[in-house]
């Protein structure tokens, strides 16, 4: 099955981060372009915020 590329705005995958608390300067869609609608949304599924422990 053939899947185009995803051809719209990616602000609508962004704003799904921002709803997470993950802003533009921790996950940029764009570096993303050319992926299909799936892709990025399996993308911004998976993400979340890792804080690491001071050792």
């Not at 995958?13 to 299909?36: A, E, H, P, V």
């Amino acid at each position: 099955m053939y899947e185009p590329d995803y051809a719209g705005n990616m602000e609508y995958y962004q704003n799904q981060l921002l709803r997470k608390g993950i802003t533009k300067d921790m996950l940029d869609m764009d570096q993303f372009s050319g992926l299909t609608a799936r892709e990025l949304q399996g993308i911004v599924n998976s993400a979340k915020i890792v804080v690491k422990e001071k050792s």
